[in-house]
């Protein structure tokens, strides 16, 4: 027998392929590499890269080495670039399954450039900068000794250089400052490789500064339609997902009674209280109680407790709420909606934390045209 979906994640693949071409035709010439590192964010990067590339996306990016084998091993052959820090001993791997690495200092150009030599061909590469992040990357000052390591190490195919602002909401001053720290960096590079691409803008730059789409653009949040306050009028993205559960159990609870580990909530007054399956493994952290809101029957009602596996809902203003209800944790029920953004940031979380730490017991649903495609769970 089929089990029964109690709890689910449906990823609308229309929505993901319409926010894909909109943000392609927003920035005009620019390449639009989408992110698919952490499961694409929560959705599931497999089905999620498969569907790009039959759109006919042909370059996406990771974080790790093994999300990109992961992509390779389900069929994806577009152009792979990981985008995280790669050990040494990973760097074979990643000829093996044909990944870009991003590489960040001149010992792993070498080690990059050796394995290039054993393979008998060249291997194509990004070089990472640091505009002020302090993560992966070259200093600005440490452009010639890049450069200069390059010219030296004729195996490596340079296909790019990029960068990742620390702060693209945070002001002029910051910004042009690294963005004046990437073009100084990268434009030595251009008369002896004028193919390279230059990229550092992501979702918050596209949404914010036009002139930093340079050649190409790395998009995570926006792809999947997260809410940000500063979406320009001609850019309409879509969420891609809705996150629905059950009604488990109802009762009512007398004053002094607690509700949760630790007692942090005592009920003060007799209150109706909605169990759901979902806890800790679901998105739901300790900020979330006492702030967040769900649907059932149309109406919001209050987070009052969350454990690993459960989570109670206050139902007190709902009577009629019983076992088997739907819940509606980010989608729209009745005339209410709540956005990924909004349930994220009632935990302090934001939209791609919430999904990162949502574990496949929530079961994700893919749909194109309204049928269902596929499913990725802990039982697929
Ligand atoms: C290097 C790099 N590029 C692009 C992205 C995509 O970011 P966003 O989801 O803001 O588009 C990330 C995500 O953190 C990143 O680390």
Redesign the pocket.
């Known amino acids: 027998m089929r089990p029964e979906i109690v709890t689910k994640m449906e990823v609308n693949l229309d929505s993901l392929l319409y926010n894909y071409q909109e943000i392609k035709r927003h920035v005009g010439k620019a390449e639009v590499v989408p ?1 698919l ?1 952490n499961g694409a ?1 929560g959705h599931g990067a497999v089905p999620l890269a498969k569907s790009l590339q039959e759109a006919g996306c042909n370059h996406m ?1 990771v ?1 790790m080495v093994d999300e990109g084998i992961q992509l390779r091993r389900a069929g994806i052959t577009a152009e792979l670039l990981v ?1 995280g820090v790669v050990l040494p001993q990973q760097l074979a791997t990643m000829v093996e399954y044909e990944l870009t690495p991003s590489l960040g200092d001149v010992a792993s150009m070498r080690a990059w450039a050796q394995l290039a030599r054993q393979a008998g061909r060249q291997l194509p590469c990004h070089l990472a900068m640091d505009v002020g992040l302090g993560r992966l990357g070259f200093l600005p000052e440490q452009a010639e000794e890049a450069l200069q390591a390059l010219r030296e190490l004729p195996e490596l195919k340079l296909r790019g250089i ?1 960068s ?1 602002l620390s702060h693209p909401a945070g002001g002029k001053e910051l910004n042009d400052r690294e963005f004046a720290r990437f073009q100084q960096f990268s434009e030595p590079f251009l008369p002896e490789y004028p193919e390279i691409v230059r990229h550092l803008a ?3 730059a596209v949404l914010l500064h036009p002139h930093m789409y340079l050649d190409l653009v ?6 999947y339609g997260f809410d940000y306050e500063y979406y320009p009028e001609t850019l309409k993205l879509k969420p891609l997902l809705t996150y629905t559960t059950k009604v488990g159990h109802v009762k009512t609870l007398q004053p002094g009674w607690g509700v949760g580990y630790g007692l942090n909530y005592v009920v003060q007054k007799p209150i109706r209280v909605a169990l759901l399956p979902i806890g800790w493994s679901d998105g739901l952290c300790n900020q979330h109680i006492g702030k967040a809101q769900m649907l059932v029957r149309g109406q919001f009602a209050t987070v009052i407790g969350a454990c690993t596996d459960f989570a109670m809902l206050d139902v007190t203003h709902i009577p009629e709420v019983s076992v088997d209800d739907e819940v509606v944790i980010i989608g729209s029920q009745g005339e209410n909606s709540q956005t990924v953004g909004e349930f994220a940031s009632a935990g302090q979380l934001t939209a ?1 934390q919430l999904l990162g730490r949502t574990s496949l017991r929530v079961a994700r649903v893919y749909t194109k045209g309204g049928i269902v495609q596929d499913e990725l769970s802990i039982l697929s």
């Not at 790395?218 to 792809?223: A, D, E, H, S, T």
Request: proline share 0%; hydrophobic share 45%; no cysteine.
């Open positions: 992110v590192k964010y990016a974080a985008l990029r990742h992501a979702s918050k790395r998009v995570g949040g926006i792809l791609s």
